[in-house]
């Protein structure tokens, strides 16, 4: 085995001149490794002046392998550039073989397929426009085909298969349950220090509890929540229908007369709508836990006193729309989880580039549904 | 198709492996010649890929050495390991290309990491290496646009980038038509005469052994070991070992029948 340094002294040329004829001797081993040498050597030696005629002596070679033969032919066409008659000259047995393998019509084919390159702003500008719309038809595509589905499964509901339900019911509910709580506890105890600072410099600690309690149920709760279980479960989701249909699993599935939404899509979807309000009514519930670490220890107010403020701002109104906009949160995240996961077309990179897509969709129909629900909820109310 | 020669290049000596309890082999020994075609055949399950794993240092075995050049690449450090890992090229079953990059760019990789190459030279070595393949022009296209053949080829391609001097190849032929199977053994033939390089395939088709192996190695699941070695043509005409032969007879019903299907 011959390490990297010992490459340089594994080779020697020589040269030899009659009147216009260079002759050059190679002796050695030649290989990817002092590629660089020898070529630059020989390139030399050629260079220094006109030749009428170059032979490349091959008697002394030991080694050579494809890449040095491949340089050794670059140097003749180099050679040939400034019309010099180049010759190999005593080729070994292994160098008539390595020869016989490098097609040259191979060396000068032009690519099937040109490198993309760069379209200028405008056309980029059309494409990002375009990928939008198809974007959005897909969605929609998506929504009705899930829609056909649940319907489906709810009026055949043998259909369904409830171990599947459960599986991601403990996946994307039970197995969050400490990093939900542990965050809304944190959100609870921030808002509750947040307005102490303010409140009390007009005496009004007293409404500390319900500033915690009212926005963890109305806003926060839900959205933290949905916001975790989107980094969780939606990732998982497309990270997971990606990845199977790389394996073909999903062709299988359909030559198989399954119906992949409504074989992988429904569970996760309907599994997501059960669990993600228990988890959103857990998550109010840490926050005003965490509410009450400031409320008791900083405001002076007693476990019961703070726990009735909590209660008396929320309403039973507050608490049902809550859930409901818990149920859609978790509906827009499994849809689009699997629906970007559907997209994948081959390759690890397709599937990290769709469950980042699932994330980030996913977060923004949240704000987006939220945003429509404060408004309707304005009206209704 | 005997060699002339037979310098042992890899020495395999009493390789045990095991999964927990399950022992896969025990004490494996055999050498591979430099220049030669060895390919180590056995019903599924005996371990074939598991030999190929720790001869390419991908697993540890349980017991054993694998000599490459002389030194233990088993025992071996890091630095040894690399430069053994440069020596070789290996083609995996599912040819195991990089998807998200161009022919050219899983070519180029290896070449990038370990030489000191220009692109212009890096370009014509993958121009030159698609040519030996047989997929010359195809630099830019991505494996997902290949038929398995041609991603086997350009696995080969990959495997040969710099130049090793032992090529490993699991399940070669698996997968693929009759017709492509040919061919690509045809290429690996003329591969092995042009360049000198040392070949160990891993298979359980028999259809191509007698017409590429110089060498074949038996595995067998219950002996735990190697049953028979030696040239193929001699072990499928001349073992008294029943289970060899019952291991020709059931893949090779009829060399006639073969000649016609397959050609050649
Ligand atoms: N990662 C693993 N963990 C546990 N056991 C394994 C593992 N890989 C292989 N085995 C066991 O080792 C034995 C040999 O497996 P191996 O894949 O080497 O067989 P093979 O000869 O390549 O078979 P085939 O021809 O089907 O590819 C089998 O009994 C298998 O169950
Ligand atoms: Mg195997």
Known sequence: MHSEKDWSKLYKISSEKKDSHLFVYLTGDFGLKNLN?????????IDKKKFQQISIDFSGISFLDSAAALALIQLKNYAGAKNTLWSFVNLTEEAKGIFSVIHEQALIKRPFKPKTASDNFLIQLGDAFLHLVRDFINVVEFVGDLLFAIFYTITHPQSLRMKDILFYMKRAGVDGLPIV????????L????MSFLQLKQVGANIYVPSLVSFAMVKELGPIMTAILVAGRSGSAFAAEIGTMVVNEEVDALKTMGFDPVRFLAVPKVLASMMVVPILTIYADFFGVLGGMIVGVTGLDLTVNTYLTQSIKTITVFDIVTSLIKAAVFAALIAGIGCQRGFQVRSGAQDVGKYTTSAVVSAIFLIVVADSIFAVTLYYIR | MPLPENKPIIVVENLSARFGSNIVFEG?????????????VGESGC???TLLKIMIGLQKPFSGKVLFRGTDIISAGEDEINNYRQNIGVLFQSSALFSSMRLSENIALPLQEYTDLDSAMINMIIKMKLGMVNLAGYENHYPAELSGGMKKRAGIARAMALDPTVLFFDELSAGLDPVTAVELDDLIIKTNEALGTTMVIVTHELESICKIAHRVVMLDKTAKGIIAEGDPQELKEKSTDPRVRSFFLRQLPDADYRDGAYGK
């Open chain 1, 190 to 193: 921030i808002i509750a220090f």
């Open chain 2, 47 to 49: 371990g074939k890929s």
């Open chain 2, 28 to 40: 494996v020994s055999f050498q591979v010649n430099k220049g030669e075609i060895l390919v180590v």
């Open chain 1, 37 to 45: 040498l020898f070529t630059n050597d020989i390139r030399k030696l």
């Open chain 1, 181 to 188: 709580g542990l965050i809304s506890a944190l959100i609870g």
